[in-house]
């Protein structure tokens, strides 16, 4: 499956920007679908997912409640809809694939990943 993610860009403190993760190739039913983000020097860290056949979500402590993740099987495509942002959340942010919702967090069980997009949050 060959994933797409769009949508960063510059936002201040406060704002508002959507990501998105397109998939083509094969469609996401099987899949958990999660965002990480890499903040420069950093690894990248667990932000947001969801498993495409019953929408469970799960988030990082970081982005509860400010952060959103959805999906739209007709688009077979992710969403993470980011509200209330702050400078730390400036980061590359990647969609990925993984086949267990009990590996969501774990980076290294994804399969799949997309190019990354950059969110640039200013004070």
């Known amino acids: 499956v060959q994933l797409q993610a769009f949508g960063g860009g510059v936002a201040q403190a406060g704002g508002s920007l959507r990501l998105s993760c397109a998939a083509s190739g094969r469609s996401f039913s099987r899949y958990v679908v999660g965002w990480f983000r890499q903040a420069p020097g950093k690894e990248r860290k667990f932000v947001a997912a969801i498993e495409w056949s019953d929408s469970s979500t799960n988030y990082a402590d970081s982005v509860e409640g400010r952060f959103t993740i959805s999906r739209d099987n007709a688009k077979n495509t992710v969403y993470l809809q980011m509200n209330s942002l702050k400078p730390e959340d400036t980061a590359v942010y990647y969609c990925?694939?993984?086949?267990?919702?009990?590996?969501?967090?774990?980076?290294?069980?994804?399969?799949?990943w997309g190019q990354g997009t950059l969110v640039t949050v200013s004070s």
């Open positions: 990925g694939v993984t086949e267990r919702w009990r590996f969501l967090k774990i980076r290294s069980k994804y399969d799949y």
